[in-house]
């Protein structure tokens, strides 16, 4: 039988009482092997949780963040930021906050020598 440790994949799609907490509780343990996670259409998820929660990932390769109507231009400064090396997939559609600043964060092109998501390719 499988340890949580081990789990690389997790989908919390439609999840709408998501809370910090939980998040940090799950990066925490999972922080180091997960690999693919799907929030889309959290509608609850904030930007501040989603920073909290992308702090711990380290090994993150796929973010689903599709249909996330409260993340803006912040939260996707703090993926770029904190997964922008290892990132190769991230989905923001539907987000209707975000703006052209959001696009440049994870480019690479907006911050003092941030180089962005430099892997991503879809």
């Not at 910090?20 to 930007?47: E, M």
């Not at 973010?63 to 997939?89: F, N, P, Q, R």
């Amino acid at each position: 039988m499988p340890t949580l440790a081990l789990i690389s994949e997790l989908s919390l799609g439609s999840w709408t009482s998501i809370c910090t907490t939980s998040l940090r509780s799950l990066a925490l343990t999972l922080g180091n092997t997960l690999k693919h996670v799907s929030l889309a259409h959290c509608t609850s998820l904030s930007n501040e949780m989603l920073e909290s929660f992308a702090a711990r990932l380290y090994s993150l390769e796929s973010l689903d963040l599709k249909g996330c109507t409260l993340i803006a231009d912040s939260g996707c400064k703090s993926v770029s930021e904190i997964c922008g090396t290892v990132l190769t997939s991230l989905d923001l559609s539907h987000c209707d906050r975000i703006t052209h600043d959001a696009c440049g964060w994870i480019a690479g092109q907006l911050g003092h020598n941030r180089p962005g998501c430099v892997k991503l390719r879809r």
